[in-house]
């Protein structure tokens, strides 16, 4: 059959019917014969007539992959592509760019060219993911991290589910971060994250870290006003709106912005202290007592929850006493709390310093009495009996009575420092030195911090000397403060006195050689 064909072809009429004989030729040789170098040969004259043949252009690629023939199937691959980008549907052009990449990247070793053939690829159909995978493991492997992250937008955009698209996109960031060490370049691929779900934890603190460290104040705003709309619990939303205010005040030096945020803020929960401190300061700074009192006024109107109307009430209270020096207008307010809770501690604190601020002191004792009873925190008992015994001391001219509510500050509370000072100052003014020495050793045990224990500790020794005429004790006393602070001049200059005394000369001259060492270093 083969050497009929091959008359036929030198007697064929035209180059027409020389190509099917030809063609004929190249498949009988290939799939019948088994003889490839002869189907090749006929293929290559179906190509001397027409070099855009692309069917004998692919049978010469199947050869050649068959064989194992790299140079010569590369070549044919990109001949397809030469002639047939205007005749061949886009799939197929795409089919040999992926083709010819692999070969580039396997067999050639090329990764340059691979990575322009997979591009080409990409370009014809966005949603090639087998392009992208090799695409970002070329750039990987070359350490071309801009190029890479470029493959990771071109595949973010083209996926279609969420989760997938959101995982990709804290892929950029992290290539810029870590690969790139430059993290400010991911942002957009963060804010695109907010964009798919506004909840995003780790998009939100990254964002709220770049803009910081970017100093872009007015994206931050923008950025908390954003998942605030989207967060549906209070204290999130409360503390979202702080954090505006926050950057309003301190960075874009705005307190009227810092002040509507703040509002905004406490509207959302008229209970949150931390909130209510930061308006009343920020109040304060812009003078907008009067459009807070009105917006709290207003509020107290509408409000039915009780806890949320008892804050609104000792806010404006307070304001209204502290504040605006009207102390007259805290009592409407005061009664509404105590209509509502008659045990509230904090309203009965507001009538104590109402009377207080306005020397009513026989009725600030009745309330303090009253306070006394319904505070149920040891430490915050203690405290009122500490400012009853005061009242008592100084303006009811009653000594033995405040001497009673100090020692029962005590009993609630033994270590309340407030009650061991107060008994402290009685015990100095009566000259009782045991009962000093006992008040002065308790302040001592009950005080935390190593500075206020040694001044304590030097009050002991002082009273040993001074008042309980007791040498040897206030001596053990100073070496004790000694051992803690090596360089306390008081302590030396207290057993400096008691050597002297003593004629203890050797012991003098050892604390003077001390004091002299802490002066001259």
Request: aromatic share 8%.
């Amino acid at each position: 059959l083969v050497e009929i064909l091959d008359r036929e072809s030198i007697i064929a009429a035209d180059d027409d019917a020389r190509v099917r004989i030809f063609a004929d030729l190249g498949r009988i040789w290939y799939a019948k014969l088994k003889n490839a170098d002869n189907a090749i040969e006929n293929w290559r004259r179906v190509l001397e007539i027409e070099p855009a043949n692309t069917d004998a252009l692919f049978a010469l690629i199947e050869i050649y992959r068959a064989s194992n023939s790299t140079p010569e199937l590369v070549e044919s691959l990109q001949r397809v592509i030469e002639v047939g980008t205007a005749t061949l549907d886009d799939a197929t052009i795409e089919t040999c760019y992926m083709q010819l990449g692999a070969l580039f990247e396997t067999a050639l070793e090329q990764p340059a060219d691979a990575i322009e053939a997979f591009n080409k690829a990409l370009d014809l159909n966005s949603n090639n993911y087998d392009a992208m995978d090799a695409l970002e493991r070329l750039h990987g492997a070359n350490g071309e991290w801009v190029e890479q992250v470029q493959v990771y937008e071109r595949r973010a955009d083209a996926l279609e589910a969420p989760e997938a698209k959101i995982a990709t996109l804290i892929t950029i960031a992290q290539t810029w971060a870590q690969k790139q060490e430059d993290p400010d370049r991911g942002t957009s691929a963060y804010q695109r994250i907010l964009g798919i779900d506004p909840t995003n934890v780790l998009a939100f603190n990254q964002l709220e870290k770049l803009h910081t460290d970017a100093e872009r104040w007015d994206e931050l705003c923008e950025l908390y006003l954003t998942r605030h709309e989207h967060a549906t619990e209070t204290p999130m939303r409360v503390g979202l709106l702080r954090k505006v205010a926050e950057v309003q005040e301190k960075h874009l030096n705005d307190k009227g912005q810092a002040f509507d945020a703040l509002s905004l803020a406490w509207e959302e929960d008229y209970t949150d202290a931390k909130t209510s401190q930061e308006l009343e300061r920020v109040a304060g700074l812009t003078r907008k007592w009067n459009e807070l009192l009105a917006t709290a006024n207003e509020a107290l109107q509408n409000v039915t929850d009780p806890q949320q109307k008892i804050a609104l009430c000792l806010a404006c209270a307070r304001w209204y006493g502290e504040q605006l020096g009207h102390s007259e207008y805290a009592i409407p307010y005061f009664n509404q709390v105590m209509g509502l809770d008659p045990l509230n501690v904090a309203a009965m604190r507001g009538w104590a310093d109402l009377y207080r601020s306005t020397q009513q002191w026989a009725l600030l004792a009745q309330k303090l009495g009253a306070l006394a009873e319904i505070t149920a925190n040891p430490s915050d008992k203690a405290g009122v009996y500490v400012q009853m015994g005061d009242l008592a001391q100084q303006h009811l001219g009653l000594p033995d009575q405040a001497r009673s509510f100090y020692l029962k500050a005590l009993e609630t509370d033994p270590t309340h420092i407030g009650g061991l000072e107060a008994l402290e100052r009685v015990y100095r003014e009566s000259g009782e030195s045991n009962q000093l020495l006992e008040v002065l050793r308790r302040k001592a045990d009950a005080l935390s911090t190593p500075e206020d224990v040694l001044r304590a500790k030097l009050q002991i020794a002082e009273a040993y000397e001074d008042r309980a005429g007791n040498v040897d004790e206030a001596i053990t006393v100073y070496l004790q403060v000694l051992q803690t602070d090596s360089g306390s001049l008081k302590a030396m200059k207290g057993l400096e006195r008691l050597y002297s005394q003593k004629e203890a000369w050797p012991d003098l001259l050892q604390v003077l050689e001390r004091q002299y060492d802490v002066v001259t270093t």
